[in-house]
């Protein structure tokens, strides 16, 4: 009986055990999971921005406004804001809100800082993985070094950036 | 002769005491004496209540300076340490959970390419060397 392929994973504990994580480059689930709180973190903060705006005018000059969904203005206006909150944040810190939930962290593709321009092009390039019906994520699952199409466009990649082994054995230490 | 025999006798009638004394009480099998007393009766012959009314509980509280006591204690560090100790495991759970998934879409896909997986890949070459350096 021969041991399938897939099966050669080191016997023992799990990775998050026996390794610390940090430095390497993060998966599918850590970055899909960091853009899901990222998209509901920028949705909530517009939709807030948006409810501050209808208050301040009803004070103001007596009258409501009604947002409209489908408006190209507001769409329009989603659309700056979340560039706004992903470029800023990648180009600041390397990491959204998500991303620091999640302890993944964008980097330059030798895993030095991402400078602001990568953060911008990165961000510019990020619906064109999504427009190619999602195939831009392909690289994610199947490349050596887990790049999406918007990471090799804007020469960066994403790694995880928080130590798996400190923090299990702090949980040790505190059992 | 009275005067000189006096306290000979003496230390001899404390010897022989002792003696007595310590064979006795080596003779005493102390557990069945216990056996055979009744605490619950002598528990019942104690009114706690009396006892307890001849204790001023009010003077002693007073005589604590709680104010000085919290005061020393640095309650504000206290409770930001177990709350930020608690944000920090929730933290460390949901990131284990996701990079247990991680491993497990991975370990999916190398099965499915029909390649040996052997943990994620990385780190890139830069931050190898920066972290060497």
């Given at each position: 009986m021969t041991a399938r392929a897939g099966d050669a994973t080191p016997s023992g504990p799990p990775i998050i055990v026996r390794e610390s994580?940090?430095?390497?480059?993060?998966?599918?689930?850590s970055r899909f999971a960091a853009f899901a709180v990222d998209v509901g973190v920028s949705l909530g903060v517009f939709m807030l921005a948006l409810a501050a705006i209808t208050f301040a005018a009803r004070v103001l000059t007596g009258k409501n406004i009604a947002w409209n969904k489908g408006d190209p203005w507001v769409i329009l206006a989603y659309a700056v804001?979340?560039?706004?909150?992903f470029a800023y944040s990648w180009a600041a810190s390397g990491r959204?809100?998500?991303?620091?939930?999640?302890?993944?962290?964008?980097?330059?593709?030798?895993g030095t800082d991402a400078s602001?321009?990568?953060?911008v092009v990165r961000t510019l390039a990020l619906p064109l993985s999504f427009l190619l019906l999602g195939l831009g994520f392909v690289g994610i699952l199947l490349g050596d070094r887990r790049r999406a199409l918007h990471d090799v466009i804007a020469g960066t990649a994403v790694i995880y950036s928080w130590d798996a082994r400190a923090a299990r054995l702090r949980f040790l230490s505190r059992g | 002769?009275?005067?000189?025999?006096?306290?000979?006798?003496?230390?001899?009638?404390?010897?022989?005491?002792?003696?007595?004394?310590?064979?006795?009480?080596?003779a005493l099998d102390v557990?069945?004496?216990?056996?055979?007393?009744?605490?619950?009766?002598?528990?019942d012959q104690v009114d706690i209540g009396q006892v307890l009314d001849r204790i001023d509980l009010n003077g002693i509280v007073e005589r604590i300076d709680v104010e000085a006591l919290v005061e020393q204690t640095d309650l504000?560090?206290?409770i930001a340490r177990s709350s930020s100790g608690v944000a920090s495991d929730v933290l460390?759970?949901?990131?284990?959970?996701?990079?247990?998934?991680?491993?497990?879409?991975?370990r999916w896909i190398a099965r499915l390419r029909r390649r040996p997986y052997t943990g994620p890949p990385g780190p890139p070459d830069g931050l190898h060397a920066r972290a060497g350096s």
């Amino acid at each position: 009986m021969t041991a399938r392929a897939g099966d050669a994973t080191p016997s023992g504990p799990p990775i998050i055990v026996r390794e610390s994580l940090q430095g390497k480059y993060s998966g599918f689930a850590s970055r899909f999971a960091a853009f899901a709180v990222d998209v509901g973190v920028s949705l909530g903060v517009f939709m807030l921005a948006l409810a501050a705006i209808t208050f301040a005018a009803r004070v103001l000059t007596g009258k409501n406004i009604a947002w409209n969904k489908g408006d190209p203005w507001v769409i329009l206006a989603y659309a700056v804001w979340a560039f706004s909150y992903f470029a800023y944040s990648w180009a600041a810190s390397g990491r959204t809100a998500g991303m620091a939930l999640f302890g993944v962290r964008v980097v330059r593709d030798d895993g030095t800082d991402a400078s602001g321009r990568q953060a911008v092009v990165r961000t510019l390039a990020l619906p064109l993985s999504f427009l190619l019906l999602g195939l831009g994520f392909v690289g994610i699952l199947l490349g050596d070094r887990r790049r999406a199409l918007h990471d090799v466009i804007a020469g960066t990649a994403v790694i995880y950036s928080w130590d798996a082994r400190a923090a299990r054995l702090r949980f040790l230490s505190r059992g | 002769m009275n005067g000189r025999l006096g306290p000979s006798m003496e230390a001899l009638a404390q010897a022989v005491a002792q003696r007595a004394v310590e064979i006795v009480v080596s003779a005493l099998d102390v557990n069945a004496l216990l056996d055979r007393v009744d605490l619950n009766a002598v528990l019942d012959q104690v009114d706690i209540g009396q006892v307890l009314d001849r204790i001023d509980l009010n003077g002693i509280v007073e005589r604590i300076d709680v104010e000085a006591l919290v005061e020393q204690t640095d309650l504000g560090a206290i409770i930001a340490r177990s709350s930020s100790g608690v944000a920090s495991d929730v933290l460390d759970v949901v990131r284990s959970q996701t990079v247990g998934l991680d491993e497990f879409i991975a370990r999916w896909i190398a099965r499915l390419r029909r390649r040996p997986y052997t943990g994620p890949p990385g780190p890139p070459d830069g931050l190898h060397a920066r972290a060497g350096s």
